[in-house]
């Protein structure tokens, strides 16, 4: 019962690098998010995904790209890493049936940019 | 868009105190509004998710209520534990996406 995997679990990028961050759900989710997570700030949505195909903007969008090509992965994709992107990154995953949703974590990635 | 606030930012309590942490948020057309629990360094646990036809749920311990009219949760905590201290985030949004609050930190002193 794997529920939400992310990979990597830890990176260290130098500024300028690309790289993909992945999620992965086995639950048959619709709802997929990527959040990050910063000293005191709680967790920022970056990008969600409705369904399979379907991708829209959180509130900090900016420098990060997401593609949801198969209904069960959610990818996260930083083009040129920046330091201001040093975080720690959370997927999640949401159930609705009969109105009932509740959201499901993945443990986390933290990325280091330097 | 949902905006989501928590009150206070960090709370500290001798062991046994039973305690109530507090959510607010911006639009009362909240779709759910979920609980969680994050202790350092690791992910997200779920405590309690409430919907929004609902006004409050129960797990053990904890109770978690939610009023739409005045946009507000609270999560209430009985005969806290050392083992409660971590940080708490509550969530809520519309059909789609969802907004975190910054959370509480709460230490519990044996």
């Known amino acids: 019962n794997a529920g939400v995997t992310q990979t990597p679990k830890f990176r260290v990028l130098k500024t300028g690098q690309s790289m993909t961050l992945l999620c992965a759900q086995d639950m048959n989710h619709e709802y997929m998010y990527w959040y990050r997570q910063d000293p005191g700030m709680g967790l920022r949505l970056i990008h969600y995904s409705v369904g399979e195909g379907t991708t829209a903007k959180g509130e900090v969008p900016d420098g990060y790209n997401v593609s949801r090509l198969k209904k069960q992965n959610f990818l996260l994709g930083l083009e040129s890493a920046a330091p201001s992107q040093t975080s720690v990154y959370f997927c999640a995953s949401r159930t609705q049936v009969e109105g009932r949703t509740e959201a499901f974590f993945g443990q986390g990635t933290r990325l280091t940019v330097v | 868009k949902q905006e989501v606030t928590q009150i206070p930012a960090a709370l500290s309590v001798p062991e046994g105190e039973n305690l109530v942490l507090n959510c607010s948020f911006t639009?009362?057309?909240?779709?759910?509004l979920q609980w969680f629990r994050q202790d350092p360094g690791k992910g997200l646990t779920s405590l309690l998710l409430i919907q929004s036809s609902q006004r409050e749920q129960t797990s053990g311990r904890l109770n978690a209520s939610l009023d739409k009219s005045s946009g507000r949760s609270t999560l209430y905590i009985a005969a806290s534990q050392p083992g409660d201290s971590a940080t708490y985030l509550c969530?809520?949004?519309?059909?789609?996406?969802?907004?975190f609050g910054a959370g509480t930190r709460l230490t519990v002193k044996p």
């Open positions: 969530a809520g949004g519309d059909n789609n996406d969802m907004r």
């Open positions: 639009d009362s057309a909240i779709y759910n």
